[in-house]
């Protein structure tokens, strides 16, 4: 079986990635076109028979590391589709940002901690930039005739989870601590302030 993941950055890619990884008990690619996974973890001399061929594989890519026609064909190149996103366009942005700017996308972290470190016209900027093309990218996802899933419908409530389930034909509760809101990056205990 070759599985793909499409989404956007900061919507729960990575945890749908490691739940599908080992929910099917298959390999996993991680953003093959994506060159700071080569400086982060080594490099991993992918080929393209890797990336669009290579069977009993879980692929995933962000949106804008693959171009539209890319996208449009990904349905002769895999088995199942996973498209997902994250609806509070906000927060994705602000968690980009906070990457961004710190070099961390994967260990806890405080928003206010972060952003106050860097100039707020500057932030403000890039989090309005990033907001508008999520916001395009929402309306492309939705053009798009693959099954899909949202952050918030995963993370906090069963409803996604449980036509993932449904899609996969996966019948155990095993891996399901992915998807355990306790497990989120951003640690804010109340309502954070934001730069617009």
């Not at 449980?162 to 640690?187: A, G, M, P, W």
């Amino acid at each position: 079986m070759r599985v793909c993941i499409l989404g956007s950055p900061r919507s729960g890619t990575t945890s749908l990635y490691k739940y599908l990884t080992s929910t099917l008990e298959l390999e996993g690619l991680n953003e093959p076109y994506n060159k700071r996974m080569d400086q982060r973890f080594g490099k991993r001399n992918l080929t393209e028979y890797d990336i669009w061929e290579r069977d009993n594989l879980v692929v995933k890519h962000l949106s804008m590391q693959l171009d539209r026609n890319q996208i449009s064909t990904l349905k002769k190149h895999f088995d199942k589709i996973v498209l997902i996103y994250r609806e509070d366009v906000k927060s994705a942005s602000e968690s980009w940002l906070c990457g961004n700017y710190s070099g961390n996308w994967d260990k806890k972290y405080n928003y206010n901690d972060i952003i106050c470190r860097y100039d707020e016209d500057e932030a403000k900027f890039l989090l309005e930039t990033d907001m508008k093309e999520r916001y395009k990218d929402i309306e492309f996802y939705k053009t798009l005739p693959f099954f899909t899933v949202t952050y918030e419908n995963l993370f906090y409530s069963d409803k996604d989870k449980i036509r993932l389930k449904e899609y996969f034909n996966i019948t155990d509760n095993k891996f399901d601590f992915y998807f355990d809101i306790k497990n989120k990056l951003r640690q804010e205990k109340s309502l954070p302030k934001t730069i617009i």
